[in-house]
């Protein structure tokens, strides 16, 4: 608040009187005069920004997000500096069944499913297109289950782990070094 002294004054042609004016960008307020000379001084009348309340309000929407995409509670945080993601192993989320693997093991099998339909579907097109007289395709379409989908897990296996489950499985004798090899650096 400043004290209204200190606006500016502009004459109003129509009126002749002179108005006072401010910018309207700013924050002002004209402070009613009072009897002391303490009340015509620069006042700042901003208040405290709720932090706290806005870093609650952008957790509860990450949480909602983190529930509509299933992932698990607690995947996103935002901590006034920014959005961050918890750092998890790979074994971790498996050993959890966190709600984040359980989603991505549902994914991987709805999109296996439509994979396989897509390869179906390119069967059944090439054998129905004709080059020069010839079908695309002219062999038998595969079954559902002789089409292989392999996904990468890289993400959620633990190579470590993997790599000293076949290290037990050689020095057992249950499988040759070659295969070891092969599973172990695929």
Same mark, same amino acid.
């Given at each position: 608040?400043?004290? =209204?002294?200190m606006l500016d004054g502009v004459p109003n042609k129509e009126t002749g009187n002179i108005d006072l004016t401010f910018d309207p960008n700013d924050d002002f307020?004209?402070? $009613?005069?009072?009897?002391?000379?303490?009340?015509?001084?620069?006042?700042?009348?901003?208040?405290? $920004?709720r932090t706290?309340?806005? $870093?609650?309000? $952008?957790?509860?929407?990450?949480?909602?997000?983190?529930? =509509?995409?299933g992932l698990s509670t607690g995947t996103f945080v935002f901590?006034?500096?920014?959005?961050?993601?918890t750092n998890k192993t790979a074994t971790e989320v498996i050993s959890e069944n966190s709600q984040t693997y359980q989603?991505?093991?549902q994914q991987t099998t709805e999109l296996e499913e439509f994979i396989r339909d897509v390869v179906?579907?390119?069967? =059944?097109?090439?054998?129905?297109?004709?080059?020069?007289?010839?079908?695309?395709?002219?062999? =038998?379409s595969p079954n559902r289950e002789e089409i292989g989908v392999n996904f990468d897990d890289g993400i959620f296996l633990d190579k470590k782990s993997e790599s000293d489950y076949y290290r037990e499985l050689k020095n057992d004798g249950l499988i040759p070094g070659w295969l070891t090899l092969a599973k172990i650096m695929k």
């Open positions: 608040a400043v004290p =209204e002294s307020y004209v402070v $009613i005069p009072g009897s002391k000379p303490d009340d015509f001084k620069i006042t700042d009348l901003t208040h405290e $920004i706290e309340q806005y $870093i609650g309000a $952008i957790n509860h929407r990450l949480r909602l997000l983190e529930m =509509e995409v901590d006034g500096a920014g959005v961050r993601t989603s991505r093991n179906l579907a390119l069967c =059944e097109l090439g054998r129905a297109t004709e080059v020069d007289g010839k079908p695309l395709f002219s062999g =038998e």
